[in-house]
């Protein structure tokens, strides 16, 4: 049963770090854009923004995972 709950834990916590990863690399296209100006496509401000709000909720649901495993 041990080793269940600290595979599982590994697992959310691998995947919240990948969701962070995502935010980041989604500010950082955003960032670009505006850094740019007008000469920078807008389909990297998509694509960010597509980042940030992916990342984002995929974090709130392993967080919510994790706070059903434990609870």
């Given at each position: ?69 434990f609870a």
């Amino acid at each position: 049963m041990e080793t269940e709950v600290l595979s599982s834990l590994a697992i959310h916590l691998t995947i919240i770090l990948c969701a962070v990863a995502l935010v980041v690399w989604g500010k950082v296209l955003r960032d670009r854009k505006s850094s740019a100006g007008n000469s920078a496509s807008s389909n990297d401000t998509s694509t960010g923004t597509t980042l940030i709000v992916c990342g984002g909720l995929l974090a709130i649901t392993q967080i919510a995972k994790l706070i059903e495993l434990f609870a």
